[in-house]
């Protein structure tokens, strides 16, 4: 017991359900064959195997062995020791083993709340003041209408923080919000009870579904009353330095309305309509009225695409925070129209579907056509006046989908998905695990195969520690754990822990944050540094998938 934890030993650092798949990565060490599983509780061997014969190689070219211990099953408090080389960081055996992670990956979207003080009884050590009230949010020479002029100033209040930084943007709260209702829609029992000790804990409504109203009362916020067309993002022009939310205190501005973030928004309006229906009838009223009217403002301008670099020229100030900039709205057309389908039953919402590109497209922030079709899938049995061809189309789309993402995984390192396309180690890489985790999830509840229950388990032990630098990508949740998040809110307050339960974005070999890494090979591409916006940072737009998978596989092994 007095062993070293070694690092050449990878696995999920919180642990397993009992009767769950488990796997230890080991780098190097050619020469070692036994293993153990070592009690922490009794202090005495649990389980003794033997390292597979096979190497696979990582993307740095270094020989990688699989230990399997699935054989063992009973719940407990372990670590993983390699004869003659040392331990693992412990894990457990328990078959409510995400439970807590899955509350916390929630809760951390309290923690981006804008507007608002946190107390010291749901925060913690991590209480605040109140900052960013966003009640004179003022309009940019970029988003003057008939109505409204430049200089005008109205209320935007509410909302999650997006990232690192403090502003608000409207596309990419829409997938985040897409996301998180669709979690709540596929696992509606599992949240009824769900508490996640915010303010609203305690009323009649979920507290999932009190959350996530949090954002939808600012998205509102963004539609221009007259028209329906919905501002791009509410923002500072440059980013806020590395300061706590009282102190950032830079004039804030509605910038110029587009069409992808009004159709995002009529997507989420739209399920929000049916989701609150039964909680906030009147709510869901408003919702189904702005969903239209975003709607009805795209169709008319279906050409507003966001373009920053564009937009700086001439106008007053120049805005230079996040763009979202994305140049085909496509995807977006249908999620609209397949969440104003689903909520209305409306055939004018066909009319735009019938001719769609039904290929698997993975769900990103510029990518959302998936969005919808999980809803359809999700609702089919209500919407059977849809034709079935169509519909089996999408079916054998996500599955094939689904078996092609897993394909070789057994031939990777760290045996993961996410690992089988050095393509996948993009800016906010770790959301590509939990996204796909997401498909594997999908095509299990189409096809009750156990393989794709084991893919999203693959991806989220990848996530939690068996991956190639040995980090727990989530903060608070592990032993090696990011400890400098790019993240405002932690870089601020350099005398506590990070807040917990965020994923940070992960490796991305392009590393476009000019920070020092220690490797460039994709998957290695990662430094615990708060300089490192393009490893580091955490988002909204990670956390939500990564919240998906996590309480998901909790509900699941919970039935
Ligand atoms: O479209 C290309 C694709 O063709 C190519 O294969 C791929 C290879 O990396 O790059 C793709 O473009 C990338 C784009 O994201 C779409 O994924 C860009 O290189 C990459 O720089 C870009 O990164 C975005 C980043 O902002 C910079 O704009 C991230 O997706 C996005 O998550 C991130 O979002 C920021 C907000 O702007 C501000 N708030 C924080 C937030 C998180 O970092
Ligand atoms: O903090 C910003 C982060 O949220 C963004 O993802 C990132 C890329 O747009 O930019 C960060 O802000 C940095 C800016 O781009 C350059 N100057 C330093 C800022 C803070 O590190």
């Known amino acids: 017991e007095n062993l070293p934890v070694d690092e050449s030993i990878r696995l999920n650092q919180l642990g397993f359900y009992p009767d769950q798949k488990k796997l230890a990565v080991i780098l190097n060490h050619e020469d070692v064959e036994d293993f153990l599983i070592w009690d922490l509780d009794s202090k005495d061997i649990a389980f003794e195997g033997k390292l597979s014969t096979t190497f696979n190689k990582t993307f740095s070219g270094t020989n990688a062995r699989v230990a399997d211990f699935s054989g063992f099953n009973e719940p407990g408090r372990y670590v993983f020791i390699l004869n003659r080389v040392g331990k693992s960081y412990p894990f457990e055996i328990q078959s409510t083993i995400n439970q807590d992670l899955g509350i916390a990956s929630i809760k951390a979207f309290y923690f ?16 605040r003041k109140m900052g960013h009230p966003d009640d004179q949010a003022m309009i940019h020479p970029s988003a003057v209408s ?15 923080y997006d990232a690192g930084d403090y502003n608000k943007y409207i596309v990419n709260s829409g997938i985040t919000v897409g996301t998180l209702l669709s ?18 804990s305690g009323n009649q409504v979920p507290d999932l579904l009190d959350e996530i109203r949090w954002n939808l009362d600012w998205m509102l916020t963004m539609q221009d009353p007259a028209d329906g067309g ?12 590395m300061v706590e939310p009282h102190l950032a205190v ?62 700086n020229e001439g106008f007053d100030p120049d805005v230079v925070t996040g763009a979202y900039g994305d140049f085909s709205a496509t995807d977006e057309w249908v999620w609209a129209a397949s969440e104003l389908f689903v909520t209305t039953h409306n055939m004018t919402y066909w009319d735009e579907l019938a001719n769609a590109d039904q290929s ?21 049995d209500k919407i059977s006046v849809l034709p ?14 689904a078996r092609e993402h897993s394909e070789d995984t057994e031939a990777t390192a760290f045996h993961s998905p996410i690992e089988t396309d050095a393509k996948n180690f993009i800016w906010g890489s770790n959301a590509v695990a939990a996204n796909q985790g997401i498909l594997f999830l999908y095509a299990y509840k189409q096809s009750n195969e156990p393989i794709f229950l084991e893919r999203a388990l693959d991806n989220l032990d990848y996530i ?61 591409s990662y430094t615990d540094e708060s300089c490192s916006y393009a490893s580091n940072e955490i988002a909204i737009n990670w956390n939500a998938p990564f919240a998906y998978l996590a309480n998901a596989l909790e509900a699941i092994n919970s039935q």
Not at 230 to 241: C, I, P, S
Not at 472 to 501: E, N
């Open 112 to 127: 981006q709340r804008a507007s608002t003080e946190l107390n010291e009884s749901h925060a913690g050590i991590w209480a």
């Open 183 to 200: 979690l709540f829609e596929d696992y509606s029992t599992y949240f009824q009870k769900l508490e996640l000790d915010i303010p609203e």
């Open 146 to 160: 008939d109505s409204r002029k430049a200089g005008d100033v109205f209320p935007s209040p509410k909302g999650w």
């Open 388 to 401: 079935q061809e169509w519909m089996a189309m999408l079916k054998i789309n996500l599955l094939s989908a």
């Open 230 to 241: 919905v501002y791009h993002k509410l923002t500072t022009a440059q980013f806020e330095g």
């Open 464 to 524: 939690l520690g068996k991956n190639a630098t040995g980090y727990s990508y989530v903060t608070g949740f592990g032993s090696k754990t990011p400890m400098r998040p790019h993240h405002r809110l932690a870089t601020s307050r350099p005398d506590i822990a990070p807040l917990p339960g965020f994923i940070v974005g992960g490796p991305n070999p392009r590393q476009q944050d000019g920070c020092d890494y220690s490797s460039s090979f994709p998957d290695e």
């Open 360 to 380: 698997f497209k993975l769900p990103s922030w510029n990518q959302v056509s998936w969005l919808g079709f999980y809803s359809l899938l999700r609702h089919q």
């Open 250 to 311: 830079s004039q804030r501005y509605f910038v110029a309305k587009s069409t992808t973030a009004t159709l995002d928004f009529a997507a989420v309006m739209a399920q929000a309509a049916r989701v609150y229906k039964a909680y906030f009838p009147e709510e869901s009223v408003i919702y189904l009225k702005a969903a239209e009217k975003a709607w009805n403002w795209a169709k008319k301008n279906p050409e507003m695409l966001y373009k920053q670099n564009e937009m």
